[in-house]
T-cell receptor, first 115, second 110 residues
Framework: KAGVTQTPRYLIKTRGQQVTLSCSPISGHRSVSWYQQTPGQGLQFLFEYFSETQRNKGNFPGRFSGRQFSNSRSEMNVSTLELGDSALYLC??????????????FGPGTRLTVL | DAKTTQPNSMESNEEEPVHLPCNHSTISGTDYIHWYRQLPSQGPEYVIHGLTSNVNNRMASLAIAEDRKSSTLILHRATLRDAAVYYCILREGGYQKVTFGIGTKLQVIP
């Protein structure tokens, strides 16, 4: 079974631009979460989607948004990029959200550099 | 959200046991204790989880204090491949703002 895939793996943008990152979960997984990883802050939770609905959101500004499609694939968008948005963006999938516990499987991440 | 506290870094000699501590004094009764690790240039990977009882799997053991306010991840024989950042997190089964934080960077010395 293929793992979580993220595209692109590397991205360079300039301040003020916007960017869209894509995540394909493991087949059969319906929940997708996004995280931002920076050296000083570790992994910070962005949001989780399940059944095309955002179920929870971390403490990030509205410039960070996401969506999930009917096939469980997810995209996140960052508008008006700032230098501080440079980070590794990780996507993780799990079987289901809600009251069922299940482990998360992470993708390799997208390395975003904002110049 | 309940928080966890871990040492920033630890060292271990190869083939010796490693005990990675985690404090979670504000844990709720329904929080599961999870451990993940992140190898260099990879996304985090699941290691183990538990609720109240100690747990063992092929990768590690998890020892949970009786009051559940702390736990310890045990690697029985550290190898060079175990050099990674280890994260202790708390999670219920539902939707939560899960934050991994900085974790503990484990260095394994040959």
């Amino acid at each position: 079974k293929a793992g979580v895939t993220q595209t692109p793996r590397y991205l360079i943008k300039t301040r003020g631009q916007q960017v869209t990152l894509s995540c394909s979960p493991i087949s059969g997984h319906r929940s997708v979460s996004w995280y931002q990883q920076t050296p000083g802050q570790g992994l910070q939770f962005l949001f989780e989607y399940f059944s095309e609905t955002q179920r929870n959101k971390g403490n990030f500004p509205g410039r960070f948004s996401g969506r999930q499609f009917s096939n469980s694939r997810s995209e996140m968008n960052v508008s008006t990029l700032e230098l501080g948005d440079s980070a590794l963006y990780l996507c993780a999938s799990r079987l289901a959200g809600g009251s069922s516990y299940n482990e998360q499987f992470f993708g390799p991440g997208t390395r975003l550099t904002v110049l | 959200d309940a928080k966890t506290t871990q040492p920033n870094s630890m060292e271990s000699n190869e083939e010796e046991p490693v005990h990675l501590p985690c404090n979670h004094s504000t844990i709720s009764g329904t929080d599961y204790i999870h451990w993940y690790r992140q190898l260099p240039s990879q996304g985090p990977e699941y290691v183990i989880h538990g609720l109240t009882s100690n747990v063992n799997n092929r990768m590690a053991s998890l020892a949970i204090a009786e009051d559940r306010k702390s736990s310890t991840l045990i690697l029985h024989r550290a190898t060079l491949r175990d050099a990674a950042v280890y994260y202790c997190i708390l999670r219920e089964g539902g939707y939560q703002k899960v934050t991994f934080g900085i974790g503990t960077k484990l260095q394994v010395i040959p």
